[in-house]
C-alpha cells in the first residue's frame, strides 16, 4: 500500500473494544478493510475509461447478551458513534448461538500478496485489452466487443475481545473480456476471464481472446439440440456454477434448521466415487486463500467428500453454536476455496467419448426450481451439441433440469486437466433433461 493504516487501526481498534465494553457489549470484534485499485475498461471495441481508487471500510459486531448488533462504516471519526449504535442494535438484535469470540490459535502460512502484481501498470493494462479488442476485431469487425483489467491491493485486519489481532495484505489481478454478436433476431454472448493474486502466465490477453474467439467459431452452425436424458460436458466455469447447490446441503445452518437434504448423512455414499471434493484456503494465491475466518477461527485443508462419501458440514462460529458443532473455519458456512480432485483422462478424450450429448458453455437462470433440495433448471445461454465425439454446432432455444444429487450419484467422468487455478476439471455426466423449443 502507499500508506498502510494498520498500525493506526490496531490503536483505535484496540480502543474501540474498550468503549464497546464500557457501553455494555459483552463481547465485540472489528474489521478493516483497505484497497486500492487500478483498472481500464474498453466498451464498443475502444477504450472507455481508466482510473484508480481507494477505499477504506470498517465493519462491527458486539454481543449484548445473547444478542447481536451489527453496523458498518467508512468515516474513522464515527468509529465510537457506530459502536455505540451496535450495542444499541445488540439489546434489540438477532439471538446469538455463541457468548464469546475465540481466543488465538495458530494460523497457517499462506502467500496472498505478490509485488510481480504491483508491476502491472496501467499501461501494460489497457496494452492487454487492446490486443484483446484486436484479435476479436480480426476475427469478427461487427463484435460489441467489452474488456477490462484491473490490479488491487489490499490490507484487511481484524481485532477481537477474544485476544486476536490479526493482519493480512493481498494482491489480485483480473483480466477479461465479452462479446456480443447480432444477426438480425439470433442474439450470442460469449466471454471469458481470469483473476489470481501473483502475476504470472494466467494473465495471457492472447489465450483469453483465443478461448473467446473458439466459442464464436463453434457457434457459427446452428443445429438441432439433443432431447431427454443426455449425458452433459461441462467445462470447469460451468461445473463451477453448477455445484453450487451441494455446498447449500453441507452448509451447516441449512443442517441445523432442517433445510438440507443432507442432514444425517454424514458417512453415506451421497455423490458418485469418481467425486472428491475439498475446501483448501492454503493455496499460494489462490483467489480464495485464506488463513482466518472473519471471526477469528484458523481455517484449515478439509475434505468435504472422499469419493463421494459425505465427510463433513461447514460451520461458522454462530451456526456451530446453534447446531451444537465445533466450527470449521468457514465464513457464511461455505468453503472458500472448493477443488474437485481430476480424474484420469485429458478433456479432449472425455469429449471424444460422447456419442450424443450437450456441452454447456453458460447457464441462463440456474436455480430456478428447490434449488437447497438439488433441483435445478436453467436455459443454455451457451451450448453446442456434441456427436460421435465432435462438437458439430450450437443450439438455441434449449433448457436443462433435474436434480443435482441424483445425477451427481450416477456415472462422472472427470478429465485430467483442470482451469487456471487447478480446482475444477472438465465433467462429463449423465442424466440430465434436456427439452427444447
Not at 26 to 32: E, G, H, N, R, S
Not at 46 to 51: A, E, I, Q, S, V
Not at 407 to 434: C, F, M, W
Request: proline share 4%; glycine share 10%; aromatic share 6%.
Amino acid at each position: 500500500m502507499r500508506t498502510s493504516m494498520i498500525e493506526i487501526m490496531k490503536d483505535h481498534f484496540q480502543q474501540g473494544l474498550d468503549t464497546a465494553k464500557c457501553m455494555g457489549a459483552t463481547a465485540a470484534k472489528l474489521a478493516f478493510y483497505h484497497t486500492e485499485r487500478t483498472d481500464c475498461r474498453f466498451e464498443a471495441g475502444r477504450l472507455k475509461d481508466t482510473g484508480g481508487r481507494e477505499a477504506i471500510s470498517y465493519s462491527i459486531e458486539v454481543l449484548v447478551g445473547s444478542r447481536k448488533g451489527n453496523t458498518s462504516g467508512n468515516r474513522l471519526e464515527d468509529l465510537d458513534t457506530m459502536i455505540e449504535q451496535a450495542v444499541t442494535l445488540g439489546k434489540i438484535g438477532s439471538v446469538a448461538h455463541f457468548d464469546a469470540y475465540p481466543v488465538p490459535s495458530k494460523v497457517a502460512k499462506v502467500k496472498t500478496h505478490s509485488e510481480k502484481t504491483l508491476s502491472l501498470s496501467r499501461e501494460k493494462m489497457i496494452e492487454g485489452c487492446q490486443h484483446m479488442t484486436d484479435l476479436l476485431k480480426a476475427y469478427n469487425p461487427d463484435l460489441f466487443i467489452e474488456c477490462s483489467a484491473s490490479r488491487v491491493e489490499s490490507e484487511q485486519l481484524l481485532v477481537t475481545s477474544g485476544g486476536v489481532c490479526h493482519d493480512v495484505t493481498g494482491t489480485r489481478w483480473k483480466l477479461g473480456a465479452s462479446v456480443q454478436r447480432t444477426a438480425d433476431t439470433d442474439m450470442l454472448f460469449a466471454g471469458y476471464g481470469r483473476t489470481w493474486s501473483d502475476l504470472n502466465a494466467f494473465y495471457d490477453p492472447n489465450d483469453i481472446a483465443k478461448k473467446i474467439i473458439t466459442d464464436l467459431r463453434r457457434a457459427e452452425p446452428i443445429v438441432e439440440s439433443p432431447r431427454g436424458k443426455v449425458v452433459a460436458y461441462l467445462p470447469p466455469e460451468t461445473i463451477a456454477q453448477m455445484i453450487l447447490p451441494v455446498f447449500m446441503g453441507t452448509n451447516g445452518r441449512n443442517v441445523a434448521k432442517g433445510d438440507s437434504p443432507l442432514g444425517g448423512r454424514l458417512g453415506q455414499q451421497v455423490l458418485a466415487p469418481s467425486l472428491t471434493i475439498l475446501d483448501d484456503p492454503h493455496q499460494d494465491y489462490a483467489t480464495g486463500a485464506r488463513v482466518i475466518d472473519n471471526n477469528g477461527i484458523p481455517t484449515r485443508r478439509q475434505t468435504i467428500f472422499d469419493r463421494g462419501v459425505l465427510k463433513r458440514f461447514l460451520y461458522d462460529l454462530d451456526s456451530a453454536g446453534l447446531a451444537g458443532a465445533e466450527p470449521t473455519g468457514n465464513n457464511g458456512c461455505t468453503p472458500h476455496s472448493p477443488k474437485m480432485l481430476r480424474g484420469g483422462q485429458s478433456s479432449r478424450e472425455l469429449l471424444a467419448d460422447i456419442k450424443d450429448g450437450l456441452y454447456i458453455r453458460d447457464i441462463i437462470g440456474f436455480g430456478q426450481s428447490n434449488i437447497v433440495n438439488g433441483d435445478f433448471s436453467g436455459n443454455v445461454g451457451l451450448g453446442y451439441r456434441i456427436e460421435n465425439g465432435s462438437i458439430t454446432g450450437r443450439v438455441k432455444n434449449t433448457m436443462i433440469a433435474g436434480n443435482l444429487y441424483e445425477i451427481l450419484k450416477q456415472n462422472v467422468l472427470l478429465s485430467s486437466d483442470t482451469e487456471h487455478e487447478g480446482r475444477y476439471p472438465h465433467v462429463a455426466i449423465e442424466g440430465v433433461s434436456v427439452s427444447a423449443g
